[in-house]
């Protein structure tokens, strides 16, 4: 079964504040951790992942930090616009085969 | 535009029904995935196939089953149908199957059973 939880489901900020959503995980011979964003109506697309040999990766105003010795990982968001409003899934494959996706976050930026 | 096809982009059908879905991968991509997104929940991993073989299962059902064919396009089959089955069915393609390679997903097919 989903071994990834996520949390929070919702999530409200006003525009320029910061976001953060966590990922934990169970047992994981995989080393891959994604994010993805799915804005209404359309498809999930990838917007960061780490691999378990680095701590943090940034792109502009996202960033994914990794923590293996708690099992957790986190999205963050800086700076955050409406055009971030969208829900967000973490996703991390068990056994580098099947590809489970985090519950999901539905993240709301108030202008 | 992911480069990802899906057909149909809805479907509407009765409990009992037989349904096929189809996806065409980003050329060049060996690996297909099937994802069910039921209303208000996440994406569940159905099935992942690479280069025309099955390779990993996840939450799919008996009534459901899918392939690969030669030219790699993919096909996800439910019969029957259940009023429960109702979702968006997302496919998604990748390079090489590998656990760190970047998927792409399609538009989604809308299937509703009424």
């Known amino acids: 079964g989903e071994n990834v939880e996520q949390h929070p489901s919702t999530l409200s900020v006003q525009e320029g504040d910061s976001a953060v959503i966590k990922c934990t995980y169970s047992?994981?011979?995989?080393?891959?951790f994604p994010w993805y964003k799915q804005e209404l109506g359309k498809r999930p697309q990838l917007i960061i992942d780490?691999?378990?040999?680095?701590g943090e990766k940034k792109d502009q105003r996202i960033a994914v930090t990794l923590n293996k010795t708690a099992k957790h990982f986190s999205l963050h968001i800086t700076e955050t616009q409406p055009e971030d409003s969208a829900v967000y899934f973490c996703?991390?494959?068990?056994?580098?085969?099947?590809?489970?996706f985090g519950t999901g976050t539905s993240l709301t930026v108030i202008p | 535009d992911s480069g990802v096809t899906q057909t149909p982009k809805h479907l509407i059908t009765a409990t009992g029904q037989r349904v096929t879905l189809r996806c065409s991968p980003r050329s060049g991509d060996l690996s297909v995935y099937w994802y069910q997104q039921s209303l208000d929940q996440g994406l569940q991993f159905l099935i992942q196939y690479y280069n025309g073989e099955e390779r990993a299962k996840g939450n799919i059902l008996e009534r459901f089953s899918a392939q690969q064919f030669p030219d790699l396009h993919s096909e996800l089959n439910l019969s029957p149908l259940e009023l429960g089955d109702s979702a968006l069915y997302f496919c998604a393609s990748s390079v090489g199957g590998a656990e760190g390679d970047e998927q792409f997903f399609g538009p989604g097919t809308r299937l509703t059973v009424l």
């Open positions: 996703a991390h494959p068990p056994t580098g085969d099947q590809f489970y």
């Open positions: 047992d994981s011979a995989s080393n891959y």
């Open positions: 780490i691999r378990s040999n680095v």
